[in-house]
Nanobody, 114 residues
């Protein structure tokens, strides 16, 4: 089992910044993929950004140039630096861990006011 704990969400004005963190614990495989997805009301959960244990990233076009994903393998943590936030970025952001199974965090709310 893998447990994921997210932090860093909140309310910010458009143009502002937030940094999300996710800490993984439990049965961690050295080769894995961690990342962030988001879901807003009435919409499907969508990929924001992912990063492999080797550092390969995959970033959604909608956030490219504004969001940066990074990780600390020694601490089993993944981060999402979100800059130039827009109201359409408002959503619940979920941390995801993928190795032999997929695990999800409980989600953290990000609200961007106009």
């Amino acid at each position: 089992q893998v447990q994921l704990v997210e932090s860093g969400g909140g309310l910010v004005q458009a143009g502002g910044s937030l940094r999300l963190s996710c800490a993984a614990s439990g049965s961690i495989f050295s080769i894995n993929n961690m990342g962030w997805y988001r879901q807003s009301p009435g919409k499907q959960r969508e990929l924001v950004a992912t990063i492999s244990s080797g550092g390969t990233t995959n970033v959604a076009d909608s956030v490219k140039g504004r969001f940066t994903i990074s990780r600390d393998n020694a601490k089993n943590m993944v981060f999402l630096q979100m800059n130039s936030l827009k109201p359409e970025d408002t959503a619940v952001y979920y941390c995801r861990y993928l190795s032999n199974k997929i695990y999800w965090g409980q989600g953290t709310q990000v609200t961007v006011s106009s």
